[in-house]
């Protein structure tokens, strides 16, 4: 972790361990280019399915919100009248190597076998989700599952070249584009001027500063992540709002397996509640019970982390343990904007 920290603090300034790995980040953005040009050219080729596809993904390397962003557009997409499914690589997933076929997200489907944010977007958005590496066969494999699914919606895969897409969305936090240089010198595995339909930033200081340009980003739109409840994980429909929370006494901890903890963190210090913070890795699995020895009377937890330790027994049994879900707050128009190019798409 320290060498994690050591990295993602260099990534956020052109210090003196950036400025050396620049000529490096030179070759890769060039790579990056060329790749997209050859799939420009059609030298690669692309393939398309026989409906809508939208991608939700970032450039910025690591976690920005993309999943509470998927189940939100899933959800608006289903309010307008449309049947949406979703298409997700199954990070953290023990399966699913090079060649394995797509797997559905079910009931009975754990984090391990298709990771953690699939088994969160099929709980919370109720749509069809298959996971796979590939993504173009991920989508085909859901189709031929589900016809009555006329959009495609993909959490995460910006860079997957392979699959043909109608609507780019990325999505930036509050660290934007760090030192806007790309890996391994920056955090981003694109530069900043890469193009896209809609840009969503999740933090209303970018907003600000992203307005107006929308040359190569498209309409800019902010979101929010919003949590006001917890619940027991050992039993859910047990709930307590986190203003009467912060007024308990006692012991708190955040602990947060996302890729910006911080943002977790932040949320909860600006409901009143003062945690000690424990960050652990992006996709962590928590067969090493983190909370064991942990002095704590109440330990909060964000939802994607909570669909693995449900799985866990000494966990699941944990009374100190909640869950604080979030929800996205976006403008309704990046709903109608999206629905917009989904129906005016020309159908295979």
Known sequence: MSLETTITRAWLRRGPLACALYPVSLLFRALTALR??????????????????????NIFIGGTGKTPLTIWLVQ??????????????????KSGGKGSAPRPVTALSTPAEVGDEPVLIATRAGCP???????????????????????????????????????????????GTGNGWTLPAGPLREPPSRRRDVTVVNTPQLTARLAGRTANGGPVFQMTLQGDVAERLANRHERVSLAALAARPGKFVAAAGIGNPARFFGMLAAAGLRCTELALPDHHDFLDNPFGALDADVILMTEKDAVKCAQIEELRNDPRLWVVPVAARIDGALAEHIVEKCRGRTFA
């Open 129 to 175: 989700v298959v996971v796979g590496r590939d993504r173009v066969e991920a989508g085909r494999a859901l189709l031929a599952a589900h016809p009555q699914v006329d959009v495609i919606v993909t959490d995460d895969g910006l860079q997957h070249y392979a699959l043909r897409r109608d609507v780019e969305i990325v999505l930036f936090d509050g660290r």
């Open 76 to 93: 608006q997409l289903q309010a307008a009248g449309l049947t949406p499914g979703v298409v997700s690589r199954g990070h953290g997933a």
């Open 36 to 57: 997209r040009l050859l799939y420009r050219a059609g030298v690669l080729r692309a393939a398309g399915l026989p409906v809508p596809v939208v991608v939700v993904g």
